[in-house]
């Protein structure tokens, strides 16, 4: 599980109201305490992720969220972090304890309308009396047979994990991060420059899973530096099948690359694991009506200190200024920062989001499309600036 990234698990999202359970359902399910469980309402304020191991589904994360009938200018804002944890989640779990249900109401219309598979538990059995009548009543009003669970007494916890199962999206984390571009057998050829976005004595993650990826299709993988690709390309007796690099290098490489051997970047082919590649594509098209007075959003995963040649902050920018003009406004936001309302953006530029879950990255997609706003990616752009998007190889 802790050789799984994060950004990989199936994320289930726990909701309901102040002291509903759902600290005590988390530590119950993951047999661990894990959130912290109080008497005095309204304890969980930030979001919590948790992950543990499901047998059938491998790795997930719990996101242990506060309660929605919170209160308060403080509790407004934990309710908006609540609403937040929503983009990431895969399945959510819905906390159900007493018979008064309006809020949970709205939630439930929520989660219904972003397509959201939901589980409907109803907890703390140990205390409550008209179990039968609030099953009737969820059965009857929002179409959910609950599942009857106490946290406490460990009552339940087998039927959750089996529902899990039962509702998992069709489909789950079965795509290919290289797709149709690499096949049994293939010779691939990764470029990686380490420089200092890399940690010193590691690659970075895109890197490592597109690896992982190639070797579960029985590829032969073969990497090197930019500054080692002639010597790289030379040992081999055959011009590679496909070549991998990092988007920084993306003329260079086309520039040497064999007229044979298909090219793309893992920032591209994050795109499409984590995205729609069609979407970012199409997204492009907005760059020749940038003007001065335009305004790019580009959107990072990680949250780091800006270092010097960073990509996202430094090298796009720069790329863009040169084509549009020095007076291109630029704003860069990190993590999971990002605008509810994106209007006033004229193209919106996402990383490659290895730290993101697809379910997230297609919120982000799902959120600019109703709002009519232009998104692409890193490396797409990279390619597009570079005159070889039309030249790469895409799926």
């Known amino acids: 599980m802790t050789d799984t990234p994060r950004a990989n698990q199936l994320h289930i999202g726990i909701f309901g109201k102040r002291n509903s359970g759902k600290s005590s359902l988390i530590n119950a399910l993951t047999n661990q305490e894990v959130a912290l469980v109080s008497d005095i309402a309204g304890t969980t304020t930030d979001p ?12 997930c994360v719990f996101i242990d969220t506060a309660g929605f009938d919170d209160i308060g200018e403080l509790g407004q804002l934990r309710i908006d972090k609540t609403k937040k944890a929503i983009d990431k989640i895969d399945i959510a779990i819905m906390v159900l304890n007493d018979s008064e249900l309006k809020e949970e109401l709205e939630w439930i219309e929520i989660l219904k309308q972003r397509k959201i598979p939901l589980i409907s538990i109803l907890n703390k059995i140990d205390i409550i009396n008209n179990i039968e009548d609030m099953c009737n009543e969820v059965k009857l009003k929002y179409d959910l047979s609950p599942i009857i669970a106490s946290a406490k007494d460990k009552i339940g916890l087998e039927k959750i994990r089996e529902e899990i199962l039962r509702v998992l999206p069709e489909g789950y984390e079965v795509k290919s991060i290289t797709g149709g571009l690499a096949h049994i057998g293939d010779t691939v050829l990764l470029v990686m420059p380490q420089d200092i976005q890399a940690p010193k004595g590691r690659l970075i993650l895109p890197q490592v899973q597109t690896i992982r990826d190639l070797l579960d299709k029985k590829c032969i993988v073969i990497s090197s530096t930019v500054d080692s690709l002639d010597k790289a390309l030379d040992s081999l007796s055959k011009p590679p099948n496909l070549i991998i690099t990092d988007s920084q290098v993306f003329k260079t490489v086309y520039d040497k690359k064999p007229h044979e051997s298909k090219l793309t970047s893992f920032s591209v082919l994050f795109a499409n694991y984590k995205g729609d590649l069609n979407f970012f594509v199409e997204g492009t098209n907005s760059i020749e009506k940038l003007t001065e007075k335009s305004k790019v959003l580009i959107a990072e995963a990680c949250t780091h200190a800006p270092l010097s040649e960073d990509i996202g902050r430094e090298k796009i920018p720069n790329m863009l200024r040169k084509k549009v003009g020095e007076n291109l ?31 997230y990255v297609m919120s982000r997609i799902e959120r600019a499309s109703r709002q009519g706003v232009p998104m692409t990616n890193y490396g797409v752009v990279i390619a597009y600036l570079a005159g070889i998007l039309d030249k790469i190889d895409l799926n």
Do not use: A, W
Request: net charge negative.
């Open 48 to 59: 919590v992720y948790k992950s543990m191991e499901i047998h059938g589904i491998g790795p």
């Open 329 to 359: 406004t630029i704003e860069v936001v990190s993590g999971s920062d990002f605008p509810d309302d994106l209007t006033s953006y004229d193209l919106i530029i996402q990383c490659g989001s290895c730290m993101f879950n697809r379910k």
